[in-house]
T-cell receptor, first 115, second 113 residues
Framework: EAGVAQSPRYKIIEKRQSVAFWCNPI?????LYWYQQILGQGPKLLIQFQNNGVVDDSQLPKDRFSAERLKGVDSTLKIQPAKLEDSAVYLC?????????????FGEGSWLTVV | AQSVAQPEDQVNVAEGNPLTVKCTYSVSGNPYLFWYVQYPNRGLQFLLKYITGDNLVKGSYGFEAEFNKSQTSFHLKKPSALVSDSALYFCAVRANSNYQLIWGAGTKLIIKP
C-alpha cells in the first residue's frame, strides 16, 4: 500500500515569496491533516479536512496560509507571503476516518527554508 | 486540560541494553495513546498504539509499550537496543471524548555502539 506522498521535499525561498506544497493521502483515507514541525519540536496541527470540508483550522495563520482539498483527495497548502519564522517541515498526514482511535499516517514532509 | 509529558529530552543507551522512553499523560476520559518515531530528515512513522484491552502493546521494529492507568503512563520499551534505533520519539494522546491529538515534546534516543 502506498503511503502519504508529498512534494516538493525541499524548498528554499526568500521572505515575502510564496510557496505551495502538495499532498496525496493514502488511498481511501477520508481525513487529511497538515502539520507544521519546527526542528526538534512536536508537530503542530495547522488544518484538518474530512473529505473536502475543513473540520479544524483554528491554528492556521489565515492571513498568510491557505489550504484546499477540492475533490476530497489531494490537498495543497500555500504560504503567501512567507516569513522567516515559517522555516519548518510541513507534514501531510491522513487517517481512514475521523475517529479518536484511528492511526494517523504521515508523509516524509516538505522542508521549507525561508531566507 | 489534556497534556503529554516526555520528561527526558535525551536518553542514552548502550547497544544491546534494554531501553525505556517515558511518557505520562493527562486526559479526561479514556485515553488513546500513540508512539511515533522520526529519523533524521524523515517524516513521523507510527510505531504502536493503545486503544483498549491488554496493557502491553507490541509494535514495529521490536518495540513495545506498557499502559499503566494508575500511573497515567505509556512508556516505550525495547529489550535490546540497536544503533539504528537512534532517533526522535514522540508520544501522543487523544481522549475518546475529544478528537484533538496532543503531542509530547519528543525524546532523542541515542544508542551507542
Amino acid at each position: 500500500e502506498a503511503g502519504v506522498a508529498q512534494s516538493p521535499r525541499y524548498k528554499i525561498i526568500e521572505k515575502r515569496q510564496s510557496v505551495a506544497f502538495w499532498c496525496n493521502p493514502i488511498s481511501g483515507h477520508a481525513t487529511l491533516y497538515w502539520y507544521q514541525q519546527i526542528l526538534g519540536q512536536g508537530p503542530k496541527l495547522l488544518i484538518q479536512f474530512q473529505n473536502n470540508g475543513v473540520v479544524d483550522d483554528s491554528q492556521l495563520p489565515k492571513d498568510r496560509f491557505s489550504a484546499e482539498r477540492l475533490k476530497g483527495v489531494d490537498s495543497t497548502l500555500k504560504i503567501q507571503p512567507a516569513k522567516l519564522e515559517d522555516s519548518a517541515v510541513y507534514l501531510c498526514a491522513s487517517s481512514l476516518v475521523r475517529r479518536a482511535r484511528d492511526t494517523i499516517y504521515f508523509g516524509e514532509g516538505s522542508w521549507l527554508t525561508v531566507v | 486540560a489534556q497534556s503529554v509529558a516526555q520528561p527526558e529530552d535525551q536518553v542514552n543507551v548502550a547497544e544491546g541494553n534494554p531501553l525505556t522512553v517515558k511518557c505520562t499523560y493527562s486526559v479526561s476520559g479514556n485515553p488513546y495513546l500513540f508512539w511515533y518515531v522520526q529519523y533524521p530528515n524523515r517524516g513521523l512513522q507510527f510505531l504502536l498504539k493503545y486503544i483498549t484491552g491488554d496493557n502491553l502493546v507490541k509494535g514495529s521494529y521490536g518495540f513495545e509499550a506498557e499502559f499503566n492507568k494508575s500511573q497515567t503512563s505509556f512508556h516505550l520499551k525495547k529489550p535490546s537496543a540497536l544503533v539504528s534505533d537512534s532517533a526522535l520519539y514522540f508520544c501522543a494522546v487523544r481522549a475518546n471524548s475529544n478528537y484533538q491529538l496532543i503531542w509530547g515534546a519528543g525524546t532523542k534516543l541515542i544508542i551507542k555502539p
